[in-house]
């Protein structure tokens, strides 16, 4: 009983630093030139965030070529609406019958990943947890208060963690490929600039060094 | 060199008579004697000419593609960024290029502090530079604002609230300048037009007045030595050597080597961190959600931390003109450093104690009040802004007298060692 003023001070000092710090984040190190992971994470966001979220600036036909998918393979296995290849990913629903249902309109997620980068993606989309408080029992760890369903909620409590994990691990290598699809070709391209620009130093040292030898007599 | 150059080509020669090409060249590359001591410190200034060069081409070609309006801004960057063959490069180079230019020309200025490069007879040239330094301000900032994303939309509504902060005429200046009660569409438009002409226009010119400058004066150099005062019985001086060809082939090292990190930012760290492209601004402009933390781009957030140290009201005129005082003061002093500075010698090797000691706290300060400016204002104890503009403003302020109360070194009349 005396120390009911410590467990105050306690409480705030607890909840002050769990306002003010940000969430901590899972690190998720996605790999982005792991195709594979990118083309089984958008098999993912086809089935599960597509209904609601747009990509309006990926379109089908750069997924295909980048993810090495066969345009047949693209129509009959990916695109599940009456999209063709040269469209960029349309949400199934409309936005605005969406948003009164949910508070909010679903943002488009093209560029999400580079709004709020692979950790907060991946912390997000493992972080439902059930919570008798809210009026749909569920809430979330990174985003309190979440308006969005808890969409794979059959997956993360009937898969293992490690499985549920991966998988969730492939979703994010999609929105990070997705957010700018250059990037492994960029990456790549790279170090033949440093590498040219590199030999390029050794002439252009030695043409100052036969230069200066006059001055330096 | 030029005269052997013309000998075999009539073209030339023809052009020469009707054009002063060869006394150009004589006058600006082959008779331009420049001190032989150039250290360093002496690379950024034709380093930003080579980011003024890459900013002017890739601007081009951005504007080929951009579309300067509300409804497509956005998504047009986007549409270069995927779309357009090799735009994601052209459009990295424009953005990294914006950040580089600032890093060299921040370095190019510390040089001017560091041997004292304002100093008689170089006055006016250094009034040119800091023209410059404002025009390159007003292009980042109307530049900043063309992707039209959310921090690129309430960073221009804050910088533009200033200037309603203003006494009586400032609500009718800055909607005359926005063109629109508030920020919008039409304002995005009239910055784009303003960003790919009449700043551009501004900038070039004050680049080449820049450079005309220099050489009717001569460079100064690390001993602050004046080697125009020391000539050869041809009028050539000394310690001088001619531009080109010695200085040509020496600059090009720190161009490659400025392009292996340019490049490097470019392939590998394109958004700087997070510090050349910010998160929030991959979203679109949105009045409707301010990001949680609005900061200006890292190379204002000097000015922008002595805005905010500003937080009270006096005389009846609010904290926020105060502040944009204090910002456009800390600008506008620079400009009165050949007249602030009294000691007899240039360079920091033959000043006193006190103008190094002055000098690191003012470096000191300014980078302080930079990482202050780009993290919100309740990050660190509040005293730390007010106290660093202080600083900042006592550099200035205090110079007239601890440059002449201070025990400077005599100046050699020669440039003796090496760098």
């Known amino acids: 009983m005396i120390n009911w003023r410590w467990a105050v001070v306690l409480s705030i000092l607890v909840s002050a630093t769990c306002l003010g710090a940000e969430p901590n984040l899972r690190k998720v190190n996605v790999d982005i030139q792991d195709t594979g992971a990118q083309k089984r994470g958008f098999k993912i966001y086809m089935e599960y965030c597509k209904g609601c979220h747009s990509a309006k600036f990926m379109r089908y036909e750069r997924i295909a070529t980048d993810l090495s998918i066969d345009p047949e393979e693209m129509r009959s296995q990916y695109i599940n609406d009456s999209s063709s290849l040269h469209d960029s990913i349309r949400s199934t629903a409309p936005s605005d019958s969406l948003s009164k249902l949910f508070g909010a309109a679903p943002p488009d997620l093209s560029l999400w990943a580079r709004y709020r980068g692979e950790d907060w993606l991946y912390s997000y989309l493992t972080g439902f947890y059930f919570d008798s408080e809210r009026s749909f029992s569920y809430n979330n760890k990174v985003l309190h208060n979440v308006n969005m369903p808890w969409v794979l909620n059959y997956q993360q409590t009937h898969e293992t963690p490690k499985i549920f994990g991966e998988r969730i691990r492939d979703l994010t290598s999609f929105m990070v490929y997705m957010a700018e699809p250059i990037r492994s070709y960029r990456e790549s391209m790279g170090q033949y600039v440093l590498l040219f620009l590199a030999l390029l130093l050794i002439p252009v040292y030695l043409l100052k060094q036969s230069y200066w030898r006059e001055i330096s007599q | 060199m030029a005269s052997r150059l013309l000998k075999g080509h009539?073209?030339?020669?023809?052009?020469?008579?009707?054009?002063?090409?060869?006394?150009?060249?004589?006058?600006?590359?082959?008779?331009?004697?420049?001190?032989?001591?150039?250290?360093?410190?002496?690379?950024?200034?034709?380093?930003?000419?080579?980011?003024?060069?890459?900013?002017?081409?890739?601007?081009?070609?951005?504007?080929?593609?951009?579309?300067?309006?509300?409804?497509?801004?956005?998504?047009?960057?986007?549409?270069?960024?995927?779309?357009?063959?090799?735009?994601?490069?052209?459009?990295?180079?424009?953005?990294?290029?914006?950040?580089?230019?600032?890093?060299?020309?921040?370095?190019?200025?510390?040089?001017?502090?560091?041997?004292?490069?304002?100093?008689?007879?170089?006055?006016?040239?250094?009034?040119?530079?800091?023209?410059?330094?404002?025009?390159?301000?007003?292009?980042?900032?109307?530049?900043?604002?063309?992707?039209?994303?959310?921090?690129?939309?309430?960073?221009?509504?804050?910088?533009?609230?200033?200037?309603?902060?203003?006494?009586?005429?400032?609500?009718?200046?800055?909607?005359?300048?926005?063109?629109?009660?508030?920020?919008?569409?039409?304002?995005?438009?009239?910055?784009?037009?303003?960003?790919?002409?009449?700043?551009?226009?501004?900038?070039?010119?004050?680049?080449?007045?820049?450079?005309?400058?220099?050489?009717?004066?001569?460079?100064?150099?690390?001993?602050?030595?004046?080697?125009?005062?020391?000539?050869?019985?041809?009028?050539?001086?000394?310690?001088?050597?001619?531009?080109?060809?010695?200085?040509?082939?020496?600059?090009?090292?720190?161009?490659?080597?400025?392009?292996?990190?340019?490049?490097?930012?470019?392939?590998?760290?394109?958004?700087?961190?997070?510090?050349?492209?910010?998160?929030?601004?991959?979203?679109?402009?949105?009045?409707?959600?301010?990001?949680?933390?609005?900061?200006?781009?890292?190379?204002?957030?000097?000015?922008?931390?002595?805005?905010?140290?500003?937080?009270?009201?006096?005389?009846?005129?609010?904290?926020?003109?105060?502040?944009?005082?204090?910002?456009?003061?800390?600008?506008?002093?620079?400009?009165?450093?050949?007249?602030?500075?009294?000691?007899?010698?240039?360079?920091?090797?033959?000043?006193?104690?006190?103008?190094?000691?002055?000098?690191?706290?003012?470096?000191?300060?300014?980078v302080t009040l930079g990482v202050l400016g780009a993290h919100p204002s309740d990050w660190m104890p509040f005293w730390m802004a007010p106290f660093f503009t202080l600083i900042y403003f006592a550099y200035f302020l205090g110079m007239p007298f601890y440059t002449s109360l201070e025990n400077s070194k005599p100046v050699p009349q020669r440039i003796s060692s090496g760098r």
Do not use: C
């Not at chain 2, 200037?163 to 005429?169: D, L, M, T, V, W």
């Open chain 2, 10 to 366: 009539r073209f030339l020669r023809w052009v020469n008579e009707r054009l002063p090409l060869e006394k150009a060249y004589k006058t600006h590359m082959s008779e331009y004697y420049a001190p032989r001591n150039f250290n360093f410190w002496y690379y950024f200034g034709i380093l930003s000419m080579v980011v003024l060069f890459i900013q002017f081409v890739s601007g081009i070609w951005l504007t080929m593609q951009y579309t300067p309006d509300a409804e497509h801004a956005f998504d047009s960057i986007e549409y270069i960024m995927r779309d357009v063959s090799a735009g994601w490069f052209i459009r990295y180079m424009h953005e990294v290029g914006a950040s580089f230019f600032f890093i060299v020309v921040y370095l190019h200025i510390f040089r001017g502090l560091l041997y004292g490069s304002y100093k008689e007879p170089r006055e006016l040239l250094w009034l040119i530079g800091v023209a410059i330094y404002i025009v390159l301000m007003m292009e980042g900032f109307l530049g900043y604002m063309l992707p039209w994303g959310n921090m690129s939309y309430w960073g221009a509504k804050v910088v533009l609230s200033l200037i309603g902060a203003i006494p009586y005429i400032g609500e009718s200046l800055q909607v005359w300048i926005q063109g629109d009660y508030q920020v919008s569409g039409v304002t995005l438009s009239r910055f784009f037009a303003l960003h790919v002409t009449l700043i551009p226009i501004l900038l070039i010119g004050l680049v080449f007045l820049h450079i005309i400058a220099l050489h009717q004066v001569g460079s100064n150099n690390p001993e602050g030595i004046e080697i125009k005062l020391v000539k050869n019985k041809d009028g050539v001086p000394l310690d001088g050597i001619p531009f080109h060809p010695y200085y040509t082939v020496h600059d090009l090292i720190p161009i490659v080597v400025f392009l292996i990190l340019f490049f490097g930012v470019i392939f590998y760290y394109p958004d700087g961190g997070g510090y050349f492209l910010e998160p929030p601004n991959f979203l679109p402009a949105d009045n409707l959600s301010t990001p949680e933390h609005i900061a200006p781009v890292w190379y204002y957030t000097p000015f922008y931390a002595m805005l905010r140290a500003i937080s009270f009201d006096f005389l009846g005129i609010s904290a926020k003109f105060w502040g944009l005082v204090v910002m456009s003061g800390a600008i506008g002093l620079v400009a009165f450093l050949p007249w602030l500075d009294r000691s007899p010698a240039k360079s920091m090797r033959y000043k006193g104690w006190a103008s190094r000691i002055m000098l690191a706290l003012f470096t000191i300060s300014f």
